[in-house]
């Protein structure tokens, strides 16, 4: 920071202008996305090279740098509230996901590798809730990816003029515990969310 100043008296000072030096670099290419987590004051952004970026909300200052590789396609990124990073990314050239979860320092803790269908959206209510297109929504916990909770399928998985039904949207409302789903088809339906998802 610049100060420029102008001594008035013995003790007081006029200040002209105030100007900030520094700036931050974190990409070099395309940012796709950020998450801003209000409670640790931190701001995460990933690029379309599969470089996520922790940055101090204040003063940008770098906390860490995770390199996937390009071979991601970051799709999302949800902080939990253990302070983990759950990363949700395709494998370019490849009809697979794969969802990762970091520790803030960059620690990887688990992650998971599955080709049966794309996830939509994830959500975090205590556990990590993944929706899948084809309707079904699996449960994590956010620390092992290995034993899912699968246990809230949508009543309404039909078939439709030859087509399956698929997800076209998808909220998660923390205060009444239920998903609004929006289906191909366009009928809408509330899913309640057991406990055991929670």
Known sequence: MKIDFESIEKDNYKINSVSILKSVKAHR???KGIVYNERLNIIISW???GV???NNDYSFDFLNIIDLGNIYDIKEILISKYDLICVNCDIIGNYKYKMFCFTLNGIQATFCEDSSDNIYRCFF?????????????ISYNCYDFQN?????????????EGERIRI?????????????????????????????FI
């Open 125 to 137: 209510e205590g556990k990590l809730n993944v929706v899948y297109t084809n309707g079904i929504i």
């Open 168 to 196: 076209n949207y998808c909220n998660y409302y923390p205060k009444i515990k239920k998903y609004l789903i929006i289906y191909s088809d366009n009928n809408i339906s509330f899913e309640k969310v057991s406990k055991s």
């Open 47 to 49: 690029s379309e090279e």
């Open 52 to 54: 996520i970026s922790i």
């Open 29 to 31: 290419s395309l940012i």
């Open 148 to 160: 899912p909770f699968k246990n809230l399928v949508p009543k309404y998985i039909e078939v439709f």
